[in-house]
């Protein structure tokens, strides 16, 4: 949920060694954020399994009940106005005993603090290799190049 340009899934799905049988998707609000996760998944090998949709997590999800093994929401929470709602929606296309992964950055920890420096020097160049593909460049048309 609140997948933006698909990076946490495609982590999730490289990381986790998932086989292409496994599903994955993805969903955001914004259009463009979308089209480029949808091309990436489609054009760099590996992401078969990935499809991204547009969607409003703050509205009815558009998936049936119990729909999921597991709901991702990272980084999202926090910038919602009701978020006992999405959690009641997140609940329900949750199959029972499934498994929810929330997080919310926390900016003023010691991680955070320690991890800016080299950040900063390497221009981001030590997240880099998160996944197979990910250097590649997307045009503004979302069509790998």
């Given at each position: ?37 949808q ?49 009641a ?57």
């Amino acid at each position: 949920m609140g997948c933006a340009y698909g990076n946490h899934l495609f982590m999730l799905n490289s990381m986790l060694a998932k086989d292409q049988t496994v599903s994955l998707c993805g969903m955001d609000l914004f259009d463009g954020s979308v089209d480029f996760a949808q091309s990436f998944a489609r054009q760099v090998t590996g992401f078969e399994n990935c499809t991204f949709q547009v969607g409003d997590i703050g509205a009815t999800l558009p998936f049936e009940d119990a729909a999921f093994d597991a709901v991702n929401i990272a980084d999202v929470i926090e910038h919602l106005e009701r978020p006992n709602r999405v959690l009641a929606e997140i609940h329900r296309v949750l199959r029972p005993g499934g498994t929810l992964v929330l997080s919310t950055p926390l900016r003023t920890t010691i991680f955070k603090s320690l991890a800016k420096p080299p950040n900063r020097t390497t221009a981001g160049r030590l997240y880099r290799q998160n996944y197979p593909g990910k250097a590649r460049h997307v045009a503004a048309r979302a069509n790998p190049s």
